[in-house]
């Protein structure tokens, strides 16, 4: 069993950063793909980005060049720089992906959520 729980949300600025964290517990996690989602209101949860347990990462268009995913130990990182008034969304961070990345359906494990919000 792994538990997930993100932190490092907040209110930023148009062009400002922020690093989100995600703390596993279960020692299963440092075996697993790790990704990160989001949730706008009244959308679906897309994906953001992912890494696999060998250090393949996967972005989503929109974030190449600005979000960079990483993990060590127990613990993954989302560092998103370059920030948009369009990246506002609650971000959740998941792991265990049994398929595509980009299906919520294939992943095991998820957190609660961390708010992102991004002022113009």
């Known amino acids: 069993q792994v538990q997930l729980v993100e932190s490092g949300g907040g209110l930023v600025q148009a062009g400002g950063s922020l690093r989100l964290s995600c703390k596993a517990s279960g020692h299963a996690f440092r075996s697993y793909s790790v990704g990160w989602f989001r949730q706008a209101p009244e959308q679906e949860r897309a994906f953001v980005a992912a890494?696999?347990?060998?250090?393949g990462s996967t972005y989503v268009d929109s974030v190449k060049g600005r979000f960079t995913i990483s993990r060590e130990r127990n613990m993954a990182y989302l560092q998103m720089n370059d920030l948009k008034p369009e990246d506002t969304a609650v971000y959740f961070c998941a792991a265990q992906s049994t398929g595509s990345y980009y299906s919520t359906m294939n992943w095991g494990y998820w957190g609660q959520g961390t708010q992102v919000t991004v002022s113009s």
């Open positions: 890494l696999n347990w060998g250090g």
